[in-house]
T-cell receptor, first 119, second 111 residues
């Protein structure tokens, strides 16, 4: 199993530019999560999808952030326009969540993260 | 919002020592996760538990639902155990599993 694949691993760009982060979840997983990790705030959930549908985007900082999941094998997180305070490591994770069973959630598998620096 | 507190924030141990990291949370959950973040940044899920105890190799995780408390134990610690250990609590009913994270415990095991 290839695991969760994120790209790029590193991104350095100037403020104002559009940034697109990509994630390929583990095949067969039905839940996908985007997290952000900073020194100040630790790990935070930005948004998660279940069966390609956004379930909770309350962690998305502002309208500059958007996420899509057009199919079960691909998701993007976009920042437009980017700002220096968006610099962080962005993780994608996926899991298999049992439908109709509140206690059947499975461990989340994390990608290696994208280290984003906005100059 | 569920508050997750870990202790200690930093822990230094000698190789072979028994290590305990604690996690407390404020409201009911569906599951508690222990994660390990390596110095290179990658995150690995160690345990997910909703009751009792789980063991994997030298790692043991316990949870007390009534007390809203979990512990991660490492027996016979080794320098390769040096990492940040993160507690996360999950809930989300039937639609997913939203996680709230603790701040992490930086563990350093010296040879």
């Amino acid at each position: 199993d290839a695991g969760v694949i994120q790209s790029p691993r590193h991104e350095v760009t100037e403020m104002g530019q559009e940034v697109t982060l990509r994630c390929k979840p583990i095949s067969g997983h039905n839940s996908l999560f985007w997290y952000r990790q900073t020194m100040m705030r630790g790990l935070e959930l930005l948004i998660y999808f279940n069966n390609n549908v956004p379930i909770d985007d309350s962690g998305m900082p502002e309208d500059r952030f958007s996420a899509k999941m057009p199919n079960a094998s691909f998701s993007t997180l976009k920042i437009q326009p980017s700002e220096p305070r968006d610099s962080a490591v962005y993780f994608c994770a996926s899991s298999l969540f049992g439908t109709g069973a509140p206690n059947s959630n499975q461990p989340q598998h994390f990608g290696d993260g994208t280290r984003l620096s906005i100059l | 919002k569920n508050e997750v507190e870990q202790s200690p924030q930093n822990l230094t141990a000698q190789e072979g020592e028994f290590i305990t990291i604690n996690c407390s949370y404020s409201v009911g959950i569906s599951a508690l996760h222990w994660l390990q973040q390596h110095p290179g940044g990658g995150i690995v899920s160690l345990f997910m538990l909703s009751s009792g105890k789980k063991k994997h190799g030298r790692l043991i995780a316990t949870i007390n639902i009534q007390e809203k408390h979990s512990s991660l134990h490492i027996t016979a610690s080794h320098p390769r155990d040096s990492a940040v250990y993160i507690c996360a609590v999950g809930w989300g009913g039937t639609s997913g599993s939203r996680l709230t994270f603790g701040e992490g415990t930086q563990l350093t095991v010296n040879p």
